[in-house]
Structures are given as C-alpha cells and as structure tokens.
C-alpha cells in the first residue's frame, strides 16, 4: 500500500515557477512508476507527467515539455514536480499517483495508478 501527500502549490505570476513534492509511504516507492496529473475547473483530470520505477526514464504530456521536470528521490520517497515558464493554463489542482503495483511501467493514462493524492491547487495569475 502506497499512501501520497502532496505539498508545494500555491500563487504564482505568469513565468513564475514553482516545486511540488509528493511525499509516499511505504518501503518500496522505488519499486513504483509515479506521475503526476492535473484537473482545472470543469476539464478532465489530464496527465502531465511520469517517471519510470527502473531507469528513470521520463514521460511528459506535449503541454508542458521543455517546461516542468519531473525527478524522484528514492532514498526521500520523494517524487518532485518543478514547473517553470507557468501560464494561466496551468492552473489547475496538481496529483500525484503511484502504478497500480510495483514494477509497473509508467503510463499516460491515469486507469494505469491505483494511489492518488489529496491534491495542490496550483494557482497562475496572468
């Protein structure tokens, strides 16, 4: 069992950045693909990025490449969201997620994560 609390979110300017941290339980965070999604006000909830539980290969949705890193520290159970270049699009409440079980490969899709955050609300002014 996976449990995830996110923190970071907040206020922020057009161009401004921000870090989110997504905190897990659990001796085997190494062993699980994280991503991260997000869900603005009537939108679906979309994926923004993932990362690999092996090589640390990392995924991100075309919206946000070349803008946000997506890292993970094993020994911290730590998995980190850095966002710079923010546009109002952005806003929106940010999740992390963990693969529905160990050893699973990171994924778009969020069927594919089984552990969910609470959120942060990430909020850019224009």
């Known amino acids: 069992q996976v449990q995830l609390v996110e923190s970071g979110g907040g206020l922020v300017q057009a161009g401004g950045s921000l870090r989110l941290s997504c905190a897990a339980s659990?001796?085997?965070?190494?062993?699980?693909?994280m991503g991260w999604f997000r869900q603005a006000p009537g939108k679906e909830r979309e994926f923004v990025a993932a990362?690999?539980?092996?090589?640390?290969?990392?995924y991100y949705a075309g919206s946000v490449k070349g803008r946000f890193t997506i890292s993970r520290d094993n020994a911290k159970n730590t998995v980190y969201l850095q966002m710079n270049s923010l546009k109002p699009d952005d806003t929106a409440v940010y999740y992390c997620?963990?693969?529905?079980?160990?050893?699973?490969?990171?994924?778009?899709?969020?069927?594919?994560?089984?552990?969910w955050g609470q959120g942060t609300q990430v909020t850019v002014s224009s």
């Open positions: 990362i690999s539980w092996s090589d640390g290969s990392t």
């Open positions: 659990g001796r085997t965070f190494s062993s699980y693909a």
């Open positions: 997620a963990g693969a529905r079980s160990a050893y699973y490969s990171a994924s778009y899709y969020s069927d594919e994560y089984s552990y």
